[in-house]
């Protein structure tokens, strides 16, 4: 996974408002669609047609369907319908769960702003793409990991999204060819952001950018090696817990830990890992 690799700004802005969004959005999605669908069985359509994306209207002052728009479920039939449902949530809270709620709320957002803004452009937009690309970007970061297609046949995350991206871009030529332009342009938005927010994995993927080992896990690894090397040297303890002076020949079953916190590299005994003043040096 690429999430520890990278740490671009889109992560330096969930750390520093980790409260930002809404906790089980998609919780709230889901029950939107199933709603609104369901309604729209009984009454030909009028709340569809009420919340749907529409250019005009929204010049008009309908400007409720820049976000309503969402709510506006593809499938009819109340069978698939719920199922999709099911399915939005299901991936929806797999990646908040992995991401983080500021994270996955902003990745949301952002995926509603630019169909929109695409959307005001060519006079389309479809909330479709914005939820295939949640699964897009969870077949990113479990591509090994397999589901049941169909309920019945095994197959990995990464060649079920790349199925769905050639359904996509067949369907997108299928269109282009048709001259239904606005209609072909639709998935570009979503594809967009996803590459906004899986830019680290394909970055490093592309070799644009280098894999960094974190700096305290290398400054871990050379306190190991020093200490080793001066144990070998002097024939004596390993470890020594700079608190109460507790060494590994002392205690062999007693736990030695390094502190990040600490200006240096100080051991401390499993006792006094928690427990002990960080040593600053300034």
Known sequence: MYRNDYYGPI?????????FGVTNLMLYVAIGQA????????????FSLLFMFSGPAILRGEIWRLATFVFVPKVTNPFYLLLSCYVIFWTGQM????????????????????????????????????????????????????????????IKMKWLALIDVV??????VQRAQ????????????????????????????????KRRADPQVINFKRAKRLAERKAKETGGFLHKCAVCGLTDQDDPNMEFRYCS??????????????????????
């Open 178 to 209: 048709a001259g239904l332009w606005f209609a072909a342009l639709a998935p570009l938005a979503s594809f967009v952001n996803y590459f906004i927010f899986t830019w680290g994995f394909w970055s490093m993927k592309l070799g644009f950018v």
């Open 35 to 46: 709603a609104v669908g369901l309604l729209s069985l009984f009454s030909q359509n009028l």
């Open 167 to 172: 359904l996509i871009l067949v369907d997108v």
């Open 11 to 19: 992560d330096k802005f969930c750390s520093k408002h980790p409260r």
């Open 95 to 154: 990646l908040e769960r992995e991401w983080g709620t500021a994270k996955f709320n902003l990745f949301y957002l952002c995926g509603i702003v630019l169909s929109d803004l695409l959307g005001l452009a060519v006079g389309y937009a479809d909330i479709y793409y914005i939820n295939l690309s949640i699964f897009l970007v969870i077949a990113t970061l479990y591509g090994e990991a397999q589901v049941l297609f169909m309920f019945v046949i095994p």
């Open 261 to 282: 916190k600490c200006d240096g590299y100080y051991c401390y005994c499993a006792n006094h890992i928690n427990n002990h003043i960080h040593i600053r040096q300034d």
